[in-house]
């Protein structure tokens, strides 16, 4: 059963004058593990994988219905790429399965978070 969608759009110039301006940005968003990923890459593809990141987990929250603050906090929700790439989320305050999807243009991330109760409330 469907029990949250969320769906951002985020500009990658911002994300990107957000880390040239204050150095703990990438800290505050990644966790270690998403940091160790991070820094497999370079350029471009580096700030993707950043605003990706960020996009996905304003996603998240915008699923739980809370938004970013103290019930899901940027450091709450890990999203870690598969072999193929693909954004698994490996932790999460959200009880169930995490469906998650990141795309780029050459300027904009869109991300959504699909979560899938594991109970039916029928």
């Known amino acids: 059963m469907i029990a949250g969608i969320g769906i951002d759009?985020?500009?990658l110039d911002r994300v990107?004058?957000?880390?040239?301006?204050?150095p703990q940005f990438i800290a505050r968003i990644l966790t270690p593990a998403e940091y160790d990923q991070y820094r497999c890459?370079?350029?471009?593809?580096?700030?993707e994988y950043l605003a990706g990141r960020w996009s996905l987990?304003?996603?998240?929250a915008k699923a739980m219905g809370t938004g970013i603050g103290k019930q899901v906090g940027f450091q709450n929700v890990e999203i870690?790429?598969?072999?193929?790439?693909?954004?698994?989320?490996t932790r999460s305050?959200?009880?169930?399965?995490?469906h998650a999807s990141v795309s780029h243009t050459a300027t904009l991330v869109i991300t959504?978070?699909?979560?899938?109760?594991?109970q039916n409330n029928d």
């Not at 987990?57 to 998240?60: A, G, N, V």
Request: no cysteine; glycine share 6%.
């Open 16 to 22: 990107n004058r957000l880390a040239q301006r204050h």
């Open 80 to 89: 870690i790429d598969n072999r193929q790439g693909a954004p698994v989320v």
């Open 57 to 60: 987990k304003e996603s998240f």
């Open 93 to 98: 305050p959200f009880v169930g399965r995490v």
């Open 9 to 11: 759009l985020t500009p």
């Open 112 to 118: 959504e978070i699909i979560l899938e109760s594991e």
């Open 41 to 47: 890459f370079s350029g471009q593809r580096s700030l």
